[in-house]
């Protein structure tokens, strides 16, 4: 059977290019905002590292390779009770808020994204993360939208800026000591 197909000019074609870039784009911004507070606790734990009147363990300690360890480095020093500044508190709930998007790190950083378009153009992304644990292995799935993407890179951004500023003003305070 011979079977002609028509081709119709002037169909809609989603265009799959652009909602590639849009993901990678909205991936970008968001492993941005996370090495922006990573660079505020590093910066941070270096100052009261080196300060021996804040480290009670004493100056030189060795510094938390990973990025959950630095921020949990930093939240005990920041509650520790030779921190009684309102400026830490705040630090450390902004801290505490921020910490709420570390699974949503560990997917942007080492998931892979597998893309699709809705009808109306949107990606929507699925991302996988195969990792081990207590000797298993571990499959994660996340699946976003692009709507709902841009939502939580607001967020995102709204609770980078609250620890980055407050941070700030640990480091200032300290410095002034």
Known sequence: MNAQTLNVAGGHMLDFDSACARLN?????????????????????????????IVQDGMGTKFPHLVG?????????????????GHCKV??????????????????CHGVAKIALDR???????????????SQTLIDRLTLEE?????????????????????GQVRREISQL
């Open 147 to 167: 709507d709902e993407a841009g939502v939580r890179l607001g967020q995102l951004i709204d609770d980078r800026r609250r620890v980055s500023a407050a941070l």
């Open 120 to 134: 109306a153009g949107q990606w929507v992304a699925v991302m996988t993360m195969v990792s081990f644990k207590a």
């Open 69 to 85: 360890q630095r921020y949990d480095r930093l939240a005990a020093l920041l509650s520790a009770p030779s921190q009684p500044s």
């Open 25 to 53: 784009e909205w991936r970008g911004h968001m492993v941005e905002n996370f090495a922006r507070s990573e660079q505020a606790v590093t910066e941070t734990l270096a100052l009261l590292n080196a300060t021996s009147s």
């Open 91 to 108: 630090a450390l709930s902004a801290l505490e808020r921020f910490r709420t998007h570390d699974a949503l790190r560990t997917m942007l």
